[in-house]
T-cell receptor
C-alpha cells in the first residue's frame, strides 16, 4: 500500500461542465501519474508530474490539464467535460527505485 | 516509439491448467518490463518485473523472462487457480513514462 487515495471515487456530470479529480499520496513520492482506462485500450497516460509545479503531457492529454502545488496532491481537471471522457481514471506514483508504479483505487467518471 | 502488444483475450482455463499470456514490445533503449494484475473494481497491482535482458521476474507462481532477442516478456504459470482470475497487463518503462498493453482477461473455472 503506497498510501494513494483518489477522490471522488464515482462522479456523474453533464457535458460542458468542469470536473476536477484529486490524487493524494502520503509518502512524499516525486513522480505522480494520471491514466485513463478504457476497454480495448488498456491504460493510457494523460499527464504526469516529476515535482511540484513540474508536469508533462502523456499520450492522451488533449482536453485535460493538471496541477501540482504540493508534493502530496496531483489534480486532474477536465475544463469542459465531453462524453468521450467517460472513463475510469487512475492515479499512480513511481517508487523511489524508479522501477515500479503503485496505483490508486480509481475514479469512475460518467459524462452524460 | 514505445509500445506493448499482448495477446487478445479473454482466456478461459480450467483449474490447474498451464497459463501463457504473450507479450511483445517495441522500445527505445533498454526498458524495464512489468506484469500488472487487476482484480475487479480495483487498481492495478504489480505482479512481477525484470529490469534487464535475461532477467526472470517471479511472484506467486507466475514467471516471465526478459528476452531482448525476441523483444518478448511472456507471462507463465504452471498451475492456475480460481483466485488467479483477473485482467493482466504487460507494461514497459524506458524512463519516466510507462506504457501498457491492452490487457488480457483470464477466467479460471473449477
Amino acid at each position: 500500500d503506497a498510501g494513494i487515495t483518489q477522490s471522488p471515487r464515482h462522479k456523474v456530470t453533464e457535458t460542458g461542465t468542469p470536473v476536477t479529480l484529486r490524487c493524494h499520496q502520503t509518502e512524499n513520492h516525486r513522480y505522480m501519474y494520471w491514466y485513463r482506462q478504457d476497454p480495448g485500450h488498456g491504460l493510457r497516460l494523460i499527464h504526469y508530474s516529476y515535482g511540484v509545479k513540474d508536469t508533462d503531457k502523456g499520450e492522451v492529454s488533449d482536453g485535460y490539464s493538471v496541477s501540482r502545488s504540493k508534493t502530496e496532491d496531483f489534480l486532474l481537471t477536465l475544463e469542459s467535460a465531453t462524453s468521450s471522457q467517460t472513463s475510469v481514471y487512475f492515479c499512480a506514483i513511481r517508487d523511489r527505485g524508479g522501477f515500479m508504479q503503485y496505483f490508486g483505487p480509481g475514479t469512475r467518471l460518467t459524462v452524460t | 516509439g514505445n509500445s506493448v502488444t499482448q495477446m487478445e483475450g479473454p482466456v478461459t482455463l480450467s483449474e490447474e491448467a498451464f497459463l501463457t499470456i504473450n507479450c511483445t514490445y517495441t522500445a527505445t533503449g533498454y526498458p524495464s518490463l512489468f506484469w500488472y494484475v487487476q482484480y475487479p473494481g480495483e487498481g492495478l497491482q504489480l505482479l512481477l518485473k525484470a529490469t534487464k535482458a535475461d532477467d526472470k521476474g517471479s511472484n506467486k507462481g507466475f514467471e516471465a523472462t526478459y528476452r531482448k532477442e525476441t523483444t518478448s516478456f511472456h507471462l507463465e504459470k504452471g498451475s492456475v487457480q480460481v483466485s488467479d482470475s483477473a485482467v493482466y497487463f504487460c507494461a514497459l518503462s524506458p524512463g519516466n513514462q510507462f506504457y501498457f498493453g491492452t490487457g488480457t482477461s483470464l477466467t479460471v473455472i473449477p
